[in-house]
């Protein structure tokens, strides 16, 4: 199970990012097929199907992650982390497939609100013409998202700091094609640490009308997150 690098550049100020300076990346069809990240793990994990009463938690307000080496702190105590090891062997007794569970660091269940949060981080080892980047990684996140929507609405994607790092938000509503096709709405932060090419990718799961107000939590879990 998953659980730190001098800043290759300074992070650029904080701002919109245009979508299409990202697309003037020269980025290949194979890092899309390669790179199957996030929604593919909503079917499991999504706010659809989880409930206090499913999920075993974990104490504490800071967990940590040692491989890739990722500190995530929760925004308030209304946030608990869920035990992931605990989730995934009773997946395994039942034999349920726990592929689901690799890269995955942290999961938090926001009861309240019925948000979740998933936080995945791993070392790309993809071999490519061009260094992946914080910036090209985004756009391929954000096509893969847009995929599970049905005419999803983007809000334009914008610099941020993630940690101490520059990272890359941005949030998406839309319906679902699959599962319980319902209006649903993901929060969602990049960023690639390109002197050991680590990725990570925090996602936000709601209801589309808590999102403006989750978005606060968001980004201080954005702000308190050490990568």
Known sequence: MATSATLAKPPRQAGS??????RRLNLRQSVLRTLVLGLFLLGTFGVTS????DL???KGEIQKC???????????????FVDLE??????????????????????????AKRAEVFVWSWIDEE??????TT???????????KGVFEKPKLKKPKLVKFGKRPGV????????????????????????REEDKTVAVIQLECDPKHAKALKKDFLKLLKNTRF
């Open 17 to 22: 990012l245009g979508l299409s300076d990202m």
């Open 50 to 53: 989880a409930d206090d009463d």
């Open 56 to 58: 075993p938690f974990l």
């Open 66 to 80: 040692e491989s890739p080496q990722m500190l995530l702190k929760r925004p308030h105590d209304g946030w608990q």
């Open 86 to 111: 605990k989730l995934r062997l009773k997946a395994k007794g039942l034999g349920e497939d726990t592929k689901g569970y690799r890269n995955l660091c942290f999961r938090l269940w926001f009861g």
């Open 127 to 132: 071999s490519r013409e061009q260094p992946l």
């Open 135 to 145: 910036e090209s990684f985004a756009l391929i996140k954000i096509e893969h998202l």
């Open 169 to 192: 938000f941005f949030t998406i509503e839309g319906t679902l094609r699959e599962g319980t096709k319902k209006p649903h709405a993901i929060l969602c932060a990049v960023c690639v």
